[in-house]
Protein backbone atom coordinates (compact mmCIF):
# COMPACT_ATOMS: atom_id res chain seq x y z
CA UNK A 1 0.00 0.00 0.00
CA UNK A 2 1.44 3.10 -1.24
CA UNK A 3 2.24 5.84 1.42
CA UNK A 4 -0.10 8.75 0.94
CA UNK A 5 -2.73 5.58 1.05
CA UNK A 6 -1.50 4.52 4.16
CA UNK A 7 -1.60 8.72 5.51
CA UNK A 8 -5.44 9.44 3.85
CA UNK A 9 -6.54 6.10 5.56
CA UNK A 10 -4.69 7.12 8.98
CA UNK A 11 -6.77 11.13 8.47
CA UNK A 12 -10.43 8.89 7.80
CA UNK A 13 -9.96 6.96 10.79
CA UNK A 14 -9.68 10.33 13.02
CA UNK A 15 -12.95 11.57 11.47
CA UNK A 16 -15.02 8.23 11.19
CA UNK A 17 -17.32 6.06 13.15
CA UNK A 18 -15.55 3.36 15.12
CA UNK A 19 -16.38 0.44 13.32
CA UNK A 20 -14.98 2.43 10.20
CA UNK A 21 -11.97 3.36 12.58
CA UNK A 22 -11.02 -0.23 12.98
CA UNK A 23 -11.40 -1.18 9.48
CA UNK A 24 -9.23 1.74 8.41
CA UNK A 25 -6.40 0.95 10.87
CA UNK A 26 -6.17 -2.48 9.87
CA UNK A 27 -5.19 -1.59 6.42
CA UNK A 28 -3.95 -4.46 4.32
CA UNK A 29 -0.95 -4.04 2.02
CA UNK A 30 -2.38 -3.82 -1.34
CA UNK A 31 -0.35 -5.92 -4.30
CA UNK A 32 -1.81 -3.35 -7.18
CA UNK A 33 -0.13 -1.04 -8.82
CA UNK A 34 0.57 2.27 -6.87
CA UNK A 35 -0.83 4.32 -9.87
CA UNK A 36 -4.21 2.85 -9.51
CA UNK A 37 -7.10 5.24 -9.01
CA UNK A 38 -9.36 3.64 -6.23
CA UNK A 39 -12.58 4.91 -4.57
CA UNK A 40 -12.80 1.59 -1.98
CA UNK A 41 -9.72 0.85 0.30
CA UNK A 42 -8.22 -2.18 0.74
CA UNK A 43 -10.33 -2.54 3.21
CA UNK A 44 -13.47 -2.15 1.23
CA UNK A 45 -14.37 1.59 3.10
CA UNK A 46 -15.48 4.48 0.42
CA UNK A 47 -13.35 7.28 0.69
CA UNK A 48 -15.77 10.30 1.07
CA UNK A 49 -14.36 12.43 -1.36
CA UNK A 50 -14.51 10.05 -4.30
CA UNK A 51 -17.61 7.81 -3.69
CA UNK A 52 -20.11 8.31 -6.72
CA UNK A 53 -23.39 9.51 -5.64
CA UNK A 54 -24.67 6.53 -7.45
CA UNK A 55 -29.30 5.52 -6.12
CA UNK A 56 -29.64 2.64 -4.35
CA UNK A 57 -31.30 0.85 -7.45
CA UNK A 58 -28.29 1.31 -9.49
CA UNK A 59 -26.01 0.21 -7.05
CA UNK A 60 -27.91 -3.11 -6.40
CA UNK A 61 -28.32 -3.54 -10.50
CA UNK A 62 -24.38 -3.20 -10.06
CA UNK A 63 -23.73 -6.03 -7.78
CA UNK A 64 -26.42 -8.09 -8.88
CA UNK A 65 -24.96 -7.98 -12.30
CA UNK A 66 -21.65 -8.98 -11.12
CA UNK A 67 -22.79 -11.71 -9.21
CA UNK A 68 -24.92 -13.37 -12.09
CA UNK A 69 -21.25 -12.88 -14.22
CA UNK A 70 -19.81 -15.08 -12.16
CA UNK A 71 -22.29 -17.60 -11.61
CA UNK A 72 -22.77 -17.49 -15.52
CA UNK A 73 -19.16 -18.00 -15.78
CA UNK A 74 -18.85 -21.07 -13.48
CA UNK A 75 -22.12 -22.68 -15.16
CA UNK A 76 -20.63 -22.30 -18.56
CA UNK A 77 -16.96 -24.32 -16.96
CA UNK A 78 -19.25 -26.37 -15.88
CA UNK A 79 -21.10 -27.44 -18.70
CA UNK A 80 -17.77 -27.61 -20.71
CA UNK A 81 -16.09 -29.97 -17.74
CA UNK A 82 -18.90 -32.11 -17.95
CA UNK A 83 -18.73 -32.43 -21.92
CA UNK A 84 -22.04 -30.74 -22.58
CA UNK A 85 -20.22 -27.48 -24.82
CA UNK A 86 -16.83 -28.02 -26.31
CA UNK A 87 -15.44 -24.73 -24.84
CA UNK A 88 -15.55 -21.84 -22.67
CA UNK A 89 -14.02 -18.90 -21.57
CA UNK A 90 -14.78 -17.26 -18.63
CA UNK A 91 -14.14 -13.52 -17.14
CA UNK A 92 -13.35 -14.66 -13.28
CA UNK A 93 -12.14 -11.21 -11.51
CA UNK A 94 -12.96 -9.39 -14.29
CA UNK A 95 -16.72 -8.61 -13.06
CA UNK A 96 -15.95 -5.36 -11.64
CA UNK A 97 -14.46 -3.64 -15.26
CA UNK A 98 -17.35 -4.99 -17.30
CA UNK A 99 -20.33 -3.42 -15.27
CA UNK A 100 -18.73 -0.67 -14.23
CA UNK A 101 -18.27 0.77 -17.47
CA UNK A 102 -21.62 -0.28 -18.62
CA UNK A 103 -23.04 1.48 -15.42
CA UNK A 104 -21.92 4.76 -16.56
CA UNK A 105 -23.12 4.46 -20.12
CA UNK A 106 -26.49 5.31 -21.73
CA UNK A 107 -28.98 2.89 -23.32
CA UNK A 108 -27.96 4.44 -27.01
CA UNK A 109 -24.22 4.19 -26.19
CA UNK A 110 -22.41 1.32 -28.09
CA UNK A 111 -20.32 -1.17 -26.67
CA UNK A 112 -17.55 -3.38 -28.96
CA UNK A 113 -16.69 -6.20 -26.37
CA UNK A 114 -13.71 -8.62 -26.60
CA UNK A 115 -14.65 -12.42 -25.63
CA UNK A 116 -14.21 -12.06 -22.33
CA UNK A 117 -16.98 -9.78 -21.33
CA UNK A 118 -20.12 -12.10 -21.06
CA UNK A 119 -21.44 -9.08 -17.70
CA UNK A 120 -21.58 -6.20 -20.78
CA UNK A 121 -24.11 -8.36 -22.42
CA UNK A 122 -25.87 -9.46 -19.32
CA UNK A 123 -25.95 -5.54 -17.56
CA UNK A 124 -27.87 -4.08 -20.54
CA UNK A 125 -30.68 -6.10 -20.66
CA UNK A 126 -29.62 -9.81 -22.86
CA UNK A 127 -31.91 -12.88 -22.55
CA UNK A 128 -29.43 -15.79 -20.39
CA UNK A 129 -31.12 -18.23 -22.63
CA UNK A 130 -29.82 -16.40 -26.05
CA UNK A 131 -26.29 -16.45 -24.47
CA UNK A 132 -26.66 -19.84 -23.41
CA UNK A 133 -27.63 -20.99 -27.12
CA UNK A 134 -24.40 -19.79 -28.42
CA UNK A 135 -22.18 -22.23 -26.47
CA UNK A 136 -24.23 -24.94 -28.02
CA UNK A 137 -24.55 -23.07 -31.36
CA UNK A 138 -28.09 -24.25 -31.73
CA UNK A 139 -31.76 -23.38 -33.10
CA UNK A 140 -32.50 -20.86 -30.25
CA UNK A 141 -29.15 -19.23 -31.07
CA UNK A 142 -29.03 -15.60 -32.22
CA UNK A 143 -26.34 -16.24 -34.95
CA UNK A 144 -27.72 -19.97 -35.90
CA UNK A 145 -24.37 -22.17 -34.64
CA UNK A 146 -22.47 -19.65 -37.06
CA UNK A 147 -20.05 -17.90 -34.50
CA UNK A 148 -17.61 -19.51 -32.29
CA UNK A 149 -18.07 -20.27 -28.34
CA UNK A 150 -18.78 -17.00 -26.28
CA UNK A 151 -18.59 -14.92 -29.54
CA UNK A 152 -21.75 -13.65 -28.87
CA UNK A 153 -23.85 -10.94 -30.91
CA UNK A 154 -26.45 -8.50 -29.68
CA UNK A 155 -27.75 -6.06 -32.07
CA UNK A 156 -30.84 -5.22 -30.30
CA UNK A 157 -28.77 -4.25 -27.17
CA UNK A 158 -26.11 -2.48 -29.19
CA UNK A 159 -23.47 -4.74 -28.13
CA UNK A 160 -21.46 -5.69 -31.49
CA UNK A 161 -20.50 -8.89 -32.48
CA UNK A 162 -17.68 -10.29 -31.03
CA UNK A 163 -14.49 -11.08 -33.24
CA UNK A 164 -11.42 -13.47 -31.96
CA UNK A 165 -8.62 -11.66 -33.57
CA UNK A 166 -7.82 -9.76 -30.93
CA UNK A 167 -8.71 -5.72 -31.17
CA UNK A 168 -10.74 -5.89 -34.20
CA UNK A 169 -13.09 -4.14 -32.33
CA UNK A 170 -11.12 -1.09 -31.44
CA UNK A 171 -11.06 0.05 -35.10
CA UNK A 172 -14.64 -1.07 -35.22
CA UNK A 173 -15.82 1.13 -32.22
CA UNK A 174 -13.44 4.11 -33.71
CA UNK A 175 -15.53 3.55 -37.02
CA UNK A 176 -18.68 3.39 -35.07
CA UNK A 177 -17.85 6.50 -33.09
CA UNK A 178 -16.91 8.50 -36.17
CA UNK A 179 -20.21 7.43 -37.71
CA UNK A 180 -22.14 9.18 -34.78
CA UNK A 181 -19.44 12.13 -34.95
CA UNK A 182 -20.87 12.96 -38.54
CA UNK A 183 -24.46 12.38 -38.02
CA UNK A 184 -24.62 14.25 -34.43
CA UNK A 185 -25.90 11.36 -32.33
CA UNK A 186 -24.00 11.86 -29.69
CA UNK A 187 -23.76 8.13 -29.00
CA UNK A 188 -20.35 7.03 -27.40
CA UNK A 189 -18.41 3.96 -28.40
CA UNK A 190 -16.89 2.02 -25.28
CA UNK A 191 -14.29 -0.94 -26.37
CA UNK A 192 -12.96 -3.24 -24.60
CA UNK A 193 -9.30 -5.40 -25.19
CA UNK A 194 -6.87 -6.95 -23.03
CA UNK A 195 -3.33 -6.24 -22.13
CA UNK A 196 -2.14 -8.29 -25.45
CA UNK A 197 -4.74 -6.76 -27.44
CA UNK A 198 -2.46 -3.69 -27.30
CA UNK A 199 0.47 -4.79 -29.08
CA UNK A 200 -1.91 -5.57 -31.99
CA UNK A 201 -1.67 -3.09 -35.12
CA UNK A 202 -5.72 -2.52 -35.05
CA UNK A 203 -4.91 -1.04 -31.53
CA UNK A 204 -2.41 1.16 -33.58
CA UNK A 205 -4.72 2.52 -36.48
CA UNK A 206 -8.15 2.95 -33.64
CA UNK A 207 -6.18 4.70 -30.87
CA UNK A 208 -4.37 6.97 -33.51
CA UNK A 209 -7.66 8.03 -35.76
CA UNK A 210 -9.57 8.41 -32.22
CA UNK A 211 -6.89 11.03 -31.21
CA UNK A 212 -6.85 12.61 -34.71
CA UNK A 213 -10.96 13.05 -35.51
CA UNK A 214 -11.42 12.99 -31.64
CA UNK A 215 -13.53 10.94 -31.90
CA UNK A 216 -16.51 9.80 -29.01
CA UNK A 217 -14.60 6.61 -28.09
CA UNK A 218 -13.97 4.90 -24.32
CA UNK A 219 -11.16 2.88 -24.80
CA UNK A 220 -11.20 0.04 -21.90
CA UNK A 221 -7.87 -1.75 -21.43
CA UNK A 222 -8.60 -4.77 -18.97
CA UNK A 223 -4.97 -5.51 -17.66
CA UNK A 224 -5.43 -8.84 -16.45
CA UNK A 225 -1.55 -9.15 -16.43
CA UNK A 226 -1.67 -12.53 -18.89
CA UNK A 227 -2.04 -13.23 -22.50
CA UNK A 228 -2.73 -16.83 -22.61
CA UNK A 229 0.63 -17.17 -20.95
CA UNK A 230 2.41 -14.51 -21.56
CA UNK A 231 3.02 -11.80 -19.04
CA UNK A 232 2.37 -8.26 -19.16
CA UNK A 233 6.04 -7.78 -18.70
CA UNK A 234 6.89 -9.72 -21.53
CA UNK A 235 4.00 -7.43 -23.62
CA UNK A 236 5.58 -4.11 -22.64
CA UNK A 237 8.46 -2.19 -21.38
CA UNK A 238 6.21 0.86 -20.53
CA UNK A 239 5.66 1.45 -16.80
CA UNK A 240 2.15 0.93 -17.10
CA UNK A 241 0.02 0.37 -20.39
CA UNK A 242 -2.20 3.62 -19.43
CA UNK A 243 1.19 5.37 -20.56
CA UNK A 244 0.82 4.74 -24.15
CA UNK A 245 -2.45 6.88 -24.18
CA UNK A 246 0.44 9.85 -24.54
CA UNK A 247 1.15 8.63 -27.77
CA UNK A 248 -1.69 9.05 -29.37
CA UNK A 249 -2.54 12.43 -27.61
CA UNK A 250 -5.56 11.53 -25.32
CA UNK A 251 -5.98 11.69 -21.31
CA UNK A 252 -4.77 8.20 -19.68
CA UNK A 253 -5.78 6.77 -16.38
CA UNK A 254 -4.74 3.56 -14.44
CA UNK A 255 -7.84 2.43 -12.31
CA UNK A 256 -8.27 -0.51 -9.57
CA UNK A 257 -9.75 -3.23 -11.95
CA UNK A 258 -11.42 -4.78 -8.77
CA UNK A 259 -12.76 -1.77 -7.43
CA UNK A 260 -16.04 -1.28 -9.49
CA UNK A 261 -16.89 2.17 -8.12
CA UNK A 262 -13.45 3.32 -9.64
CA UNK A 263 -13.95 1.81 -12.71
CA UNK A 264 -17.23 3.54 -12.83
CA UNK A 265 -16.51 7.14 -11.78
CA UNK A 266 -13.50 7.15 -14.08
CA UNK A 267 -15.27 5.86 -16.98
CA UNK A 268 -18.63 8.25 -16.24
CA UNK A 269 -15.66 10.95 -16.57
CA UNK A 270 -14.87 9.52 -19.86
CA UNK A 271 -17.58 9.00 -21.74
CA UNK A 272 -18.80 12.91 -20.44
CA UNK A 273 -16.36 14.13 -22.31
CA UNK A 274 -16.65 11.91 -25.20
CA UNK A 275 -20.15 12.88 -25.09
CA UNK A 276 -18.95 16.49 -24.52
CA UNK A 277 -16.87 16.24 -28.14
CA UNK A 278 -13.94 16.60 -26.87
CA UNK A 279 -12.04 12.98 -27.73
CA UNK A 280 -11.02 10.21 -26.39
CA UNK A 281 -9.97 8.44 -23.34
CA UNK A 282 -8.12 5.53 -22.22
CA UNK A 283 -8.61 3.20 -18.87
CA UNK A 284 -6.18 0.76 -17.98
CA UNK A 285 -7.92 -1.22 -15.63
CA UNK A 286 -5.52 -3.40 -13.55
CA UNK A 287 -6.40 -6.85 -12.34
CA UNK A 288 -5.67 -10.05 -12.15
CA UNK A 289 -7.00 -13.05 -14.43
CA UNK A 290 -8.86 -15.47 -12.03
CA UNK A 291 -9.31 -18.35 -13.78
CA UNK A 292 -7.69 -19.72 -17.56
CA UNK A 293 -7.37 -18.25 -20.39
CA UNK A 294 -9.83 -20.43 -21.33
CA UNK A 295 -11.12 -23.96 -20.72
CA UNK A 296 -8.66 -25.46 -22.73
CA UNK A 297 -5.61 -23.90 -20.44
CA UNK A 298 -4.48 -24.88 -16.97
CA UNK A 299 -2.46 -20.97 -15.69
CA UNK A 300 -0.61 -23.54 -12.40
CA UNK A 301 1.47 -23.87 -15.13
CA UNK A 302 2.80 -20.63 -15.66
CA UNK A 303 1.16 -18.48 -13.00
CA UNK A 304 2.92 -17.29 -9.65
CA UNK A 305 0.35 -18.45 -7.06
CA UNK A 306 1.96 -16.12 -4.50
CA UNK A 307 0.52 -13.45 -6.69
CA UNK A 308 -2.81 -15.33 -7.42
CA UNK A 309 -3.20 -15.59 -3.49
CA UNK A 310 -3.13 -12.49 -3.14
CA UNK A 311 -5.26 -10.90 -5.84
CA UNK A 312 -7.71 -13.63 -3.82
CA UNK A 313 -8.13 -11.76 -1.24
CA UNK A 314 -9.40 -8.47 -3.26
CA UNK A 315 -12.21 -10.06 -5.31
CA UNK A 316 -14.54 -7.78 -6.54
CA UNK A 317 -17.09 -9.12 -5.53
CA UNK A 318 -16.54 -9.20 -2.23
CA UNK A 319 -15.34 -5.62 -2.13
CA UNK A 320 -18.27 -4.43 -3.16
CA UNK A 321 -20.71 -6.26 -1.02
CA UNK A 322 -18.65 -5.36 1.59
CA UNK A 323 -19.53 -1.94 0.81
CA UNK A 324 -23.01 -2.03 0.52
CA UNK A 325 -23.39 -4.36 3.83
CA UNK A 326 -21.82 -1.11 5.62
CA UNK A 327 -24.68 1.16 3.64
CA UNK A 328 -27.06 -1.03 5.00
CA UNK A 329 -28.12 -1.86 1.15
CA UNK A 330 -27.03 -5.78 1.49
CA UNK A 331 -26.91 -8.98 3.74
CA UNK A 332 -26.25 -11.84 4.26
CA UNK A 333 -29.72 -13.31 4.01
CA UNK A 334 -30.00 -11.51 0.75
CA UNK A 335 -26.79 -13.02 -0.81
CA UNK A 336 -28.60 -16.23 0.05
CA UNK A 337 -31.88 -15.66 -1.26
CA UNK A 338 -29.68 -14.28 -4.39
CA UNK A 339 -27.33 -17.53 -4.87
CA UNK A 340 -30.71 -19.55 -4.91
CA UNK A 341 -32.35 -17.37 -7.40
CA UNK A 342 -29.55 -17.46 -9.76
CA UNK A 343 -29.10 -20.98 -9.45
CA UNK A 344 -32.43 -22.07 -10.56
CA UNK A 345 -32.88 -19.21 -13.18
CA UNK A 346 -28.88 -20.77 -14.97
CA UNK A 347 -30.62 -24.31 -14.31
CA UNK A 348 -34.04 -23.80 -15.78
CA UNK A 349 -32.35 -22.27 -18.66
CA UNK A 350 -30.27 -24.94 -19.44
CA UNK A 351 -32.60 -27.10 -19.31
CA UNK A 352 -34.88 -25.19 -22.29
CA UNK A 353 -31.61 -24.43 -24.12
CA UNK A 354 -30.30 -27.75 -24.20
CA UNK A 355 -32.91 -29.52 -25.79
CA UNK A 356 -32.86 -27.11 -28.53
CA UNK A 357 -32.10 -28.99 -31.89
CA UNK A 358 -29.15 -27.89 -34.39
CA UNK A 359 -29.68 -25.99 -37.30
CA UNK A 360 -29.74 -27.49 -40.79
CA UNK A 361 -26.55 -27.94 -42.20
CA UNK A 362 -27.62 -26.00 -45.44
CA UNK A 363 -28.15 -22.69 -42.96
CA UNK A 364 -24.92 -21.94 -43.22
CA UNK A 365 -24.98 -20.35 -46.66
CA UNK A 366 -27.81 -18.44 -45.58
CA UNK A 367 -28.40 -15.11 -44.97
CA UNK A 368 -25.02 -14.05 -46.53
CA UNK A 369 -27.63 -11.99 -49.56
CA UNK A 370 -30.54 -11.41 -49.53
CA UNK A 371 -30.35 -13.65 -53.04
CA UNK A 372 -28.59 -16.39 -52.50
CA UNK A 373 -25.88 -16.25 -55.38
CA UNK A 374 -25.61 -19.29 -57.56
CA UNK A 375 -22.18 -20.56 -56.66
CA UNK A 376 -23.17 -20.45 -52.69
CA UNK A 377 -26.89 -22.62 -54.01
CA UNK A 378 -24.57 -24.77 -55.66
CA UNK A 379 -21.90 -24.98 -52.36
CA UNK A 380 -24.96 -25.73 -50.36
CA UNK A 381 -26.66 -28.48 -52.39
CA UNK A 382 -22.84 -30.05 -52.20
CA UNK A 383 -23.36 -30.25 -48.59
CA UNK A 384 -26.92 -31.35 -48.17
CA UNK A 385 -26.31 -33.66 -50.36
CA UNK A 386 -22.97 -35.00 -48.51
CA UNK A 387 -24.76 -35.17 -45.39
CA UNK A 388 -27.13 -37.21 -46.58
CA UNK A 389 -24.73 -40.06 -47.94
CA UNK A 390 -22.52 -39.75 -44.51
CA UNK A 391 -25.72 -39.94 -42.66
CA UNK A 392 -23.90 -37.66 -40.06
CA UNK A 393 -21.66 -34.56 -39.62
CA UNK A 394 -18.94 -35.77 -37.24
CA UNK A 395 -19.00 -33.99 -33.69
CA UNK A 396 -15.85 -31.74 -33.86
CA UNK A 397 -16.76 -30.07 -30.01
CA UNK A 398 -13.59 -31.12 -28.34
CA UNK A 399 -11.21 -29.66 -30.84
CA UNK A 400 -11.27 -25.98 -29.64
CA UNK A 401 -7.32 -25.69 -29.22
CA UNK A 402 -7.52 -21.34 -28.28
C1 LIG B 1 -4.72 -11.40 -34.09
C2 LIG B 1 -4.67 -12.56 -33.14
N1 LIG B 1 -3.47 -13.09 -32.77
C3 LIG B 1 -3.44 -14.12 -31.90
C4 LIG B 1 -4.59 -14.67 -31.41
C5 LIG B 1 -4.54 -15.84 -30.42
N2 LIG B 1 -4.96 -15.34 -29.11
C6 LIG B 1 -6.21 -15.53 -28.66
S1 LIG B 1 -6.45 -14.83 -27.18
C7 LIG B 1 -4.87 -14.27 -27.10
C8 LIG B 1 -4.37 -13.50 -25.91
C9 LIG B 1 -5.00 -12.18 -25.75
O1 LIG B 1 -4.59 -11.61 -24.53
P1 LIG B 1 -5.19 -10.27 -24.00
O2 LIG B 1 -5.35 -9.31 -25.12
O3 LIG B 1 -4.40 -9.85 -22.84
O4 LIG B 1 -6.69 -10.68 -23.55
P2 LIG B 1 -7.14 -11.72 -22.44
O5 LIG B 1 -7.22 -13.06 -23.11
O6 LIG B 1 -6.16 -11.69 -21.34
O7 LIG B 1 -8.50 -11.29 -22.01
C10 LIG B 1 -4.16 -14.64 -28.24
C11 LIG B 1 -2.74 -14.33 -28.49
C12 LIG B 1 -5.81 -14.11 -31.84
N3 LIG B 1 -6.99 -14.56 -31.39
N4 LIG B 1 -5.83 -13.05 -32.69
MG1 LIG C 1 -4.78 -10.20 -20.84
Redesign the pocket.
Known amino acids: MRVEQVERGRRMAKKSPPKVKKKLEKAQVSCLRSDCYQVLSENNVADPKKEPKLPKETLLKIYKNMAFTRAFDERGMMLQRQGRIGFY?PSFG?EAIQTGVCAALLDKDWVFP???EPGVFLYRGADPKKLLANLWGNTQDICKGRQMPVHYSYRDIKVFSVS?????QVVQAVGAAVAGQIRKTKEVAATF??????S?N?FHTGMTFAGVYKAPVVFIC???Q???S?P?SK?TAARGIVDKAIGYGMPGVAVDGNDVLAVYSKTAEAVERARRGEGPTFIECVTL?MGP??SSDDPTRYRDEKVYEAWKKRDPIQKFGEYLVTKKLWSEKAEKALKEEMKEALAVAVEDVEKAPLPDIGEIFTDVFKEMTPQLRAQQEALIKEGELRGKFENTSEAFP?
Open positions: VQSYRSPISTFGDGGTEDTNNYAIVTQRHSL
